[in-house]
């Protein structure tokens, strides 16, 4: 049975003329105010929403593959940039390495030629006391 609204304005007058207003008020909210055919049955739904929810698992699933080759993507940049600093840092590593060795060898020159010359003015010191009366 369709229910438009004319039809249902005169259903809930002639409910109002036997009965009081708010009764009728009352049974007239007790009808859909559509056709009960239009509803979906549970079945109805289901069909709707599995070919729905298949579509999204298609379409989570190609997003999902999207994001895990950016997600490699961006991990292979990350290992380039590691492998990068890497090199850099065994860079660092060796020009300090170097620059230790030339410090520890300039410190010891400098301590022979600083010795040398503590024992030459030694030597001059005795060979002047020793000429001197």
Not at 20 to 47: C, N, Y
Not at 50 to 66: C, D, L, P
Not at 75 to 89: I, N, P, T
Not at 95 to 110: I, Y
């Amino acid at each position: 049975m369709t229910s438009d609204e004319k039809t249902r304005f005169t259903v809930r007058h002639r409910l109002a003329d036997h009965f009081d207003e708010g009764f009728a008020d009352d049974l007239m909210s007790l009808v859909p105010p559509f056709d009960v055919s239009e509803l979906a049955t549970r079945a109805e739904m289901h069909a709707e929403f599995g070919s729905v929810r298949a579509e999204m698992h298609a379409e989570f699933g190609s997003v999902r593959a999207e994001m895990a080759l950016g997600f490699a993507r961006v991990d292979a940049e990350f290992g380039s940039v590691r492998a990068e600093m890497a090199l850099g840092f065994a860079r660092v590593d060796t020009k300090f390495a170097e620059l230790r060795s030339e410090m520890h060898q300039n410190l010891r020159n400098s301590n022979i030629a600083m010795m040398s010359l503590m024992v030459a003015l030694h030597g001059l010191l005795f060979a002047a006391l020793k000429i001197w009366p």
